[in-house]
């Protein structure tokens, strides 16, 4: 009796409905796509909108997005306006190429960085652009410190920046920011008024708006002419 007892006690024990349990593996998280867009040509003068709506994510993650400055031309002062959001802006003072560097992340992982190349030029159609060069002077020659201004004539309170030697208020070379209204340009001559200097840029726009406080200033397309630490000379007219 105990040899059939034990028997059906084992039988009973393998019987069952046959479900097993398993355990899921949930997919592992792949990083986001960045797209910075096409290249493009811009003008001179006019803004710039970017745009990093094609980025995407194979798990519908929301992204968040970083934008950079990857190369501008020598001399430009421009910068990213809402470099977190999906599409900046930016203000190119002079013409060349400017490279820009979109990374996006997922909450988890970052994207490998998309750019895009925005070339800008001046449309004759457009407007006039005036670009002056910035000289000093070594050992009685002029010399180019490739810190071109770029000018649309007659644009109102058009912005720039360069870098400026060092003056009784700075020690060191420093960033110089100006806004220019009001500017002609007749035969060989640009005149125009410019305001602020080692200020903010959003003073120097008031100030600009506003007409007050600006100086004449004149360059040539012949004629070196002095301005503070430097000489101003007329390059190329669009």
Known sequence: MLMLATGLMLS????GDGSTSATTTPAAN???????????????????????AASSDAEGNALTYLWYMQSIPVGSGATLFNPTTVAPSFAPGILGSYVMQL????????????????????????????????????NGLYVDTNKDLLYTVGKPCETWART??????????HLHYNAQDASTYIGTTMTWFEYGADLTQASIDATCAAGVGGVQKTADLNVYTPDKNFFVKIKSVL
């Open 164 to 173: 400026a030697q060092p003056d009784f208020h700075n020690t060191v070379s």
């Open 103 to 138: 990374i996006v992340n997922d909450g988890q992982l970052d994207s490998v960085a998309s750019t895009v190349t925005i070339t800008v030029s001046c449309d004759p159609a457009v407007s006039t652009c005036v670009t002056i060069g910035v000289y000093t002077i070594s």
């Open 12 to 15: 009973l024990s393998g019987c």
């Open 30 to 52: 792949t990083a986001p796509v960045a797209n910075a867009g096409a290249d493009r040509r811009a003008v001179a003068g006019v803004l710039v909108n970017l745009s990093g």
